[in-house]
T-cell receptor, first 113, second 116 residues
């Protein structure tokens, strides 16, 4: 069966510090991968998606970047965090063929102080 | 631009009641619609997936319907239990065809509380 792992679960970082959140998927190959953010009082917003190694698309302009160094690994990064980067970050995957479910990780609560 | 709205924003019911959560979307050109459950501080758990060509899906006490032409979906929960307390989110896969890449547009969610 397929599983998705996301870490860390919580993170408190000072403004201006770097960020690296990691997500890995097991039990499948060539998945579509996604990073979503859930800010307080707001719905889930798609930040990045990837359809293959090295292929990253950004949905909104922001202080963050994403990378996919391996087929089942998706990394969310920032060189310098802003207060507005605080939120709940969720990694998700779906099979490459259309019409299938998306599956989410347990999320990372990021607080920038 | 696709917009998804969920009504009500919050719902509190006594145990045993049947209830309906509503989801509406502005662009009917969706590929599918998915209902999720989110417990506080946790990730999303997929409950039901309805393809655009389907009218409803059932899983246990849950039944989801889809009326794509009117841009509406409902999640029906039968015989609610305290363990059903959570936030319920609906999401649509944007657009139609291969270019959507499974990207989801979410509603704001309905916070459900079922009290004993």
């Amino acid at each position: 069966s397929q599983t998705i792992h996301q870490w860390p679960a919580t993170l408190v970082q000072p403004v201006g510090s770097p960020l690296s959140l990691e997500c890995t998927v097991e039990g499948t190959s060539n998945p579509n991968l996604y990073w979503y953010r859930q800010a307080a009082g707001r719905g889930l917003q798609l930040l990045f998606y990837s359809v293959g190694i090295g292929q990253i698309s950004s949905e909104v302009p922001q202080n963050l970047s994403a990378s996919r160094p391996q087929d089942r690994q998706f990394i969310l990064s920032s060189k310098k965090l802003l207060l507005s980067d605080s939120g709940f970050y969720l990694c998700a995957w779906s099979p490459i063929w259309m019409g299938t479910e998306a599956f989410f990780g347990q999320g990372t609560r990021l607080t920038v102080v | 631009k696709q917009e998804v709205t969920q009504i009500p924003a919050a719902l509190s019911v006594p145990e045993g009641e049947n209830l309906v959560l509503n989801c509406s979307f502005t662009d009917s050109a969706i590929y599918n619609l998915q209902w999720f459950r989110q417990d506080p501080g946790k990730g999303l758990t997929s409950l039901l997936l309805i393809q655009s060509s389907q009218r409803e899906q059932t899983s246990g006490r849950l039944n989801a319907s889809l009326d794509k032409s009117s841009g509406r979906s409902t999640l029906y929960i039968a015989a609610s239990q305290p363990g059903d307390s959570a936030t319920y989110l609906c999401a649509v896969t944007r657009g139609a065809g291969g270019t959507s890449y499974g990207k989801l547009t979410f509603g704001q969610g309905t916070i459900l509380t079922v009290h004993p």
